[in-house]
């Protein structure tokens, strides 16, 4: 079964600290990876993307990277801000004919001052 | 327009109503998604559509769900006898073609059936 596995759940950090958020994927075939960011009301919004030979690629003070292997991808956060309190969301695109994606439950990010 | 717009932002029903939530999508935009987010969950696939026809509408959980795209534009996810388990929010998405692009996404439409 076609499966994204986040953790942590949730993750509590104070500003200007840096976290990780782990994404696990069972999905077959693979074509890539994004992250997303969730503001609470409103939709996901697209942060990086990772393919399959791509095993790092930052956008500003995200990091995210990509282990096709063990099937692991990770979102690293710099210098956190107040403004990044949100959900990320791993999602993975099933390779083959057209772009559904496989989302994960995210983990919710609360950066307090 | 610019981006993804769905309407209403927010619907209130009755059980056992007869609910229509729109998508606007992007302009061009062939592809275009529907999913379902129940609260602390990622989003749920529901149906993609390429132009006007169904892909794959796997993801309807049951023939009370329904999903049109009649113009290949503007695409109505329609839920007859709705029930509580059905409250979500629903978000819409679009995309340039087929393969490897982004997913563009609405701001979604919160259902609450009371």
């Known amino acids: 079964k076609n499966q994204v596995e986040q953790s942590p759940q949730s993750l509590i950090i104070l500003e200007g600290k840096n976290c990780t958020l782990q994404?696990?994927?069972?999905?077959?075939?693979?074509?890539?990876l994004r992250w997303y960011k969730q503001d609470t009301g409103r939709g996901p919004v697209s942060l990086t993307i990772?393919?399959?030979?791509?095993n790092t690629k930052s956008n500003g003070r995200y990091t995210a990277t990509l282990d096709a292997d063990t099937k692991q991808s990770s979102l690293h956060i710099t210098a956190s801000q107040l403004s990044d309190s949100a959900s990320y969301i791993c999602v993975v695109r099933i390779s083959g004919g057209y772009n559904k994606l496989i989302f994960g439950a995210g983990t919710r990010l609360a950066v307090h001052p | 327009g610019a981006g993804v717009s769905q309407t209403p932002s927010n619907k209130v029903t009755e059980k056992g109503k007869y609910v229509e939530l729109r998508c606007d999508p992007i302009s061009g935009h062939t592809a275009l998604y529907w999913y379902r987010q129940s609260l602390g969950q990622g989003p749920e696939f529901l149906i993609y559509?390429?132009?006007?026809?169904?892909?794959?509408d796997s993801g309807l959980p049951n023939d009370r769900f329904f999903a049109v795209r009649p113009e290949g534009s503007v695409s109505t996810l329609k839920i007859q006898r709705t029930e509580r388990g059905d409250s979500a929010v629903y978000l819409c998405a679009s995309s340039l073609m087929r393969g490897g692009t982004e997913a563009f996404f609405g701001q979604g439409t919160r259902l609450t059936v009371v």
């Open positions: 994404c696990n994927y069972t999905v077959s075939p693979f074509s890539n």
């Open positions: 990772m393919t399959f030979s791509e």
């Open positions: 559509f390429q132009g006007t026809g169904a892909a794959d």
